[in-house]
Nanobody, 119 residues
Framework: QVQLVESGGGLVQAGGSLRLSCAASGGTFSSYRMGWFRQAPGKERAFVASHRWIGGTTYYADYAESVKGRFTMSRDNAKNTVYLQMNSLKPDDTAVYYC?????????WGQGTLVTVSS
């Protein structure tokens, strides 16, 4: 059974940084697309970043326009963990951040971790 556990959220001032982690279990994930989404209060869940295998040891990362240049997604296959490094945080980045893995025809989600950015 696939399980995703996020960590690393918290309270940070605007301009600060946080690194989120997502530990996956229940399989190997090196060839699957993994992603981060977020849900701000009163809003729908939205795409933040994805990281997909395109062959060999090469991965492609994609980002929402609102976070390009500030957020970086990476993975450590030995640890079955993906990361989201978030720099230059803004109050608009305040949300619950969810990890996602797309495996076959299924999508799996973590429980989320709250990021609060104060102005």
């Amino acid at each position: 059974q696939v399980q995703l556990v996020e960590s690393g959220g918290g309270l940070v001032q605007a301009g600060g940084s946080l690194r989120l982690s997502c530990a996956a279990s229940g399989g190997t994930f090196s060839s699957y697309r993994m992603g981060w989404f977020r849900q701000a209060p009163g809003k729908e869940r939205a795409f933040v970043a994805s990281h997909r295998w395109i062959g060999g040891t090469t991965y492609y990362a994609d980002y929402a326009e609102s976070v390009k240049g500030r957020f970086t997604m990476s993975r450590d296959n030995a640890k079955n963990t993906v990361y989201l490094q978030m720099n230059s945080l803004k109050p608009d980045d305040t949300a619950v951040y969810y990890c996602n893995v797309h495996r076959g025809v299924n999508d799996y989600w973590g429980q989320g971790t709250l990021v609060t950015v104060s102005s």
